[in-house]
């Protein structure tokens, strides 16, 4: 399955690429570029509407009190899900705040999606990280830290232990646009280019780094021309076409699987919710920007694509809606039933085997648990 690539005008002066038009057409017949087989195009819906789904839900746990942070992609499906799928299973994955459903994507069990969101005892990252911060180690899929562009060096190091075994792996290394201002993105891609690590970096450009436009935080005309200074190609590309973020994504692992080194791919959207739960974007945000977005739902935009091909009918995807909600639901009723970690694991994968010191005071926190019950619980707000 194939379709041409073309540029089209962004209001910011700069072009963008683009495969399918904004109702939903090819634009242009066939060539030789990447896109997904035809068999797949269907599932890459599926996973978008899965993240939809599931975004739509655990921010209702949240405003209930039943989950402590979210940070949805709602609007960024096609951004997430489309470059996502242009990395193979062995490939690493270093996420950033909105990436969830490309763990999913990459095989991880909504169980262990919702055991995180809960923190409970089933939550592979025992309830230490801050829900939304996933991390799947079957789908090498990295837990992400809230210091913005950490995980940017962590990722061009793991490239680099990759490239110097010789082994085959490529690493994806996502972002925002507010981490381009951080001095993890200098150093990550100035390292990367300079040792030619197999790696690639999506830029998803949300539109805002929290309540910061870009206009206040960069002067280049837009993301992908950053990569130039660096040494490495860069593009931009129309965010809410799947199809486009896709092959542009495509094309830089396969740059790389190749040995030609990094590249860096920016990934033009729009976060419609707020940064996260804790946050109020009509402080910030015009409505009518708001609704100009809404207005250009990736989902909608690929659902008219797969209905023109013939993948896609009214039928079919009521039935995958209802199916994936019911999923949803039968997950989070169990995870909510499921205790905390035990207390002991507090002290566990720091040392090989927990010191004395830190054995002595688990036992002597079980001792006064026992003898007068459990804290009572913390009311209070996250501050993002």
Same mark, same amino acid.
């Given at each position: 399955?194939?379709?041409?690539?073309?540029?089209?005008?962004?209001?910011?002066?700069?072009?963008?690429?683009?495969?399918?038009?904004?109702?939903?057409?090819?634009?242009?017949?066939?060539?030789?570029?990447?896109?997904?087989?035809?068999?797949?195009?269907?599932?890459?819906?599926?996973?978008?509407?899965?993240?939809?789904?599931?975004?739509?839900?655990?921010?209702?746990?949240?405003?209930?009190?039943?989950?402590?942070?979210?940070?949805?992609?709602?609007?960024?499906?096609?951004?997430?899900?489309?470059? %996502?799928?242009?990395? !193979?299973? +062995?490939?690493? $994955?270093?996420? /950033?705040?909105?990436?969830? &459903? *490309?763990?999913?994507?990459? @095989?991880?069990?909504?169980?262990?999606?919702?055991?995180?969101?809960?923190?409970?005892?089933?939550?592979?990252?025992?309830?230490?990280?801050?829900?939304?911060?996933?991390?799947?180690?079957?789908?090498?899929?990295?837990?992400?830290?809230?210091?913005?562009?950490?995980?940017?060096?962590?990722?061009?190091?793991?490239?680099? %232990?990759?490239?110097? !075994?010789? +082994?085959?792996? $490529?690493?994806? /290394?996502?972002?925002?646009? &507010? *981490?381009?201002?951080?001095? @993890?993105?200098?150093?990550?891609?100035?390292?990367?280019?300079?040792?030619?690590?197999?790696?690639?970096?999506?830029?998803?450009?949300?539109?805002?780094?929290?309540?910061?436009?870009?206009?206040?935080?960069?002067?280049?005309?837009?993301?992908?021309?950053?990569?130039?200074?660096?040494?490495?190609?860069?593009?931009?590309?129309?965010?809410?076409?799947?199809?486009?973020?896709?092959?542009?994504?495509?094309?830089?692992?396969?740059? *790389?699987?190749?040995?030609? @080194?990094?590249?860096?791919?920016?990934?033009?959207?729009?976060?419609?919710?707020?940064?996260?739960?804790?946050?109020?974007?009509?402080?910030?945000?015009?409505?009518?920007?708001?609704?100009?977005?809404?207005?250009?739902?990736?989902?909608?935009?690929?659902?008219?694509?797969?209905?023109?091909?013939?993948?896609?009918?009214?039928?079919?995807?009521?039935?995958?809606?209802?199916?994936?909600?019911?999923?949803?639901?039968?997950?989070?009723?169990?995870?909510?039933?499921?205790?905390?970690?035990?207390?002991?694991?507090?002290?566990?994968?720091?040392?090989?085997?927990?010191?004395?010191?830190?054995?002595?005071?688990?036992?002597?926190?079980?001792?006064?648990?026992?003898?007068?019950?459990?804290?009572?619980?913390?009311?209070?707000?996250?501050?993002?």
């Amino acid at each position: 399955m194939t379709a041409s690539t073309i540029r089209v005008s962004d209001p910011g002066g700069f072009e963008l690429r683009r495969v399918l038009a904004e109702d939903g057409s090819a634009l242009l017949p066939g060539d030789h570029a990447p896109l997904p087989p035809r068999g797949e195009l269907a599932e890459l819906y599926r996973a978008m509407l899965t993240t939809r789904l599931l975004d739509d839900r655990m921010l209702k746990l949240q405003r209930q009190g039943r989950v402590a942070f979210v940070g949805t992609a709602t609007g960024l499906e096609a951004s997430v899900h489309g470059s %996502a799928a242009a990395f !193979r299973p +062995e490939d690493w $994955v270093f996420s /950033a705040l909105r990436e969830g &459903g *490309a763990a999913v994507q990459r @095989g991880m069990p909504l169980e262990q999606y919702a055991a995180h969101m809960f923190g409970n005892a089933e939550d592979t990252a025992k309830g230490r990280q801050m829900t939304n911060h996933f991390q799947h180690p079957e789908g090498n899929f990295v837990s992400w830290s809230s210091v913005i562009g950490t995980q940017l060096p962590q990722a061009v190091g793991a490239a680099m %232990a990759f490239q110097r !075994r010789g +082994e085959p792996q $490529v690493v994806c /290394a996502y972002s925002g646009d &507010g *981490a381009t201002s951080s001095n @993890g993105f200098h150093s990550a891609l100035n390292f990367a280019a300079v040792y030619k690590a197999p790696v690639v970096f999506v830029v998803i450009d949300n539109g805002w780094a929290i309540s910061v436009p870009s206009s206040k935080q960069t002067a280049s005309r837009c993301y992908g021309d950053k990569a130039r200074a660096y040494g490495m190609p860069g593009c931009d590309v129309d965010g809410n076409d799947v199809l486009a973020c896709y092959r542009a994504t495509q094309e830089g692992a396969d740059r *790389a699987r190749a040995g030609g @080194g990094p590249s860096l791919v920016a990934l033009r959207s729009y976060r419609i919710g707020g940064h996260s739960s804790s946050d109020d974007p009509t402080k910030y945000r015009d409505p009518d920007e708001v609704e100009h977005w809404e207005q250009r739902d990736p989902l909608d935009r690929f659902a008219a694509y797969l209905r023109a091909e013939g993948l896609l009918d009214d039928a079919l995807q009521a039935e995958w809606t209802a199916a994936i909600t019911a999923r949803i639901a039968a997950v989070v009723q169990r995870a909510e039933k499921v205790g905390p970690p035990p207390l002991e694991t507090l002290v566990e994968d720091v040392y090989a085997d927990p010191p004395k010191h830190l054995r002595r005071q688990v036992i002597e926190a079980l001792r006064v648990i026992a003898e007068k019950g459990e804290a009572d619980a913390v009311e209070g707000k996250f501050p993002l």
